[in-house]
């Protein structure tokens, strides 16, 4: 990835795991990061932990920025006010959206299966949509002028959008129906929006298909702990991946930085997975 200016990034779901790790590797390495999230312990933590990470541009010279809003996702209308409120932080510029956020947990709550007759499967299932299909297509489209605005300067590539899918897309587990349906979802998004976006303002869309990428030390309850990555994942976890281990944020990242500066890709499946790919079946 270019890093001869300093970028504006907005990245959805970045106060914990896979988010927070990207939040924190673009403002080390100086750049501009507004991140959304609905969950406000998980916001109120990031924004004590922002400072340390914040460091100045090594080539512009100019420290790194942050800003961490409340966002309801599944809101149109917050979705809004936070569009235009990352307008006037970047003025009117935006570099990358990394379309991030999904609503936890990825199964069921309460153990329950989508046979269950209560109305709260189909709650789940709506809210999922909401901030895992939905608002990403809507972030996207608010921010097109944001994208777009890049290529005034021809100094500038134009603006691109990173979404973040999962191996769930093509193999599932049990009672997974909701997410797996989002994250394929995403894929075809990507594609549709790849190609509308290129044509008319060559606005690049790209999606990283994570497999196993543990995050339980990203998060305030984790950081209280003093959490390393490696705790919560043994040696058989290791091991059964032909990588040799598991998944880390920096894998992600190392996705996100190829993207961002690969002005010829669009429209493309980037998978993130230290195992065997689509045919992979986590173990019980």
């Known amino acids: ?15 914990r795991g896979i988010g927070r790790g990207l939040f924190r590797h673009f403002l080390s390495s100086g750049h501009q ?11 109120n933590n990031a924004k004590q932990l922002a400072p340390r990470w914040t460091k100045v541009h090594p080539i512009a010279g100019i420290p790194g920025q942050w800003k961490a809003l409340r966002c309801d996702l599944a809101n149109r209308e917050e979705i809004s006010t936070a569009v235009q409120e990352s307008k006037e932080i ?3 510029n935006l570099d990358v959206l990394i379309n991030n956020a999904i609503p936890t947990p990825h199964i069921w709550s309460e153990g329950r299966a989508m046979e269950d007759d209560s109305d709260v499967i189909m709650e789940e299932w709506d809210k999922k949509i909401a901030v895992g299909l939905t608002a990403p297509f809507l972030l996207s489209r608010l921010c097109v002028s944001l994208l777009k605005s890049q290529t005034m300067d021809s100094s500038s590539p134009p603006g691109c959008i990173i979404n973040i899918s999962s191996t769930r897309a093509y193999q599932s587990e049990p009672d997974h129906e909701s997410y797996s349906a989002v994250k394929a979802g995403i894929l075809g998004l990507t594609q549709s929006m790849a190609v509308s976006l290129g044509h008319r303002h060559e606005i690049r869309v790209n999606a ?18 003093g959490m390393k990555w490696e705790e919560g994942v043994g040696n058989e976890d290791m091991e059964w991946h032909p990588a040799g281990r598991v998944g880390k944020v920096e894998d992600i990242v190392r996705a996100v930085e190829y993207l961002v500066g690969a002005e010829f890709v ?3 499946e980037i998978v993130v997975d230290g195992g065997i790919g689509r045919k992979m079946v986590y173990p019980e």
């Open 33 to 43: 990061v507004i991140i959304l999230d609905i969950n406000e312990a998980e916001l």
């Open 90 to 92: 970047f003025k009117g």
């Open 208 to 225: 990283i298909i994570p497999g196993w990428i543990h995050v339980e030390n990203e998060n305030q309850a984790a950081d209280k702990k």
């Open 266 to 268: 669009t429209g493309q």
């Open 1 to 15: 990835m270019s890093t001869s200016r300093q970028l504006n990034i907005l990245i959805t779901g970045g106060a």
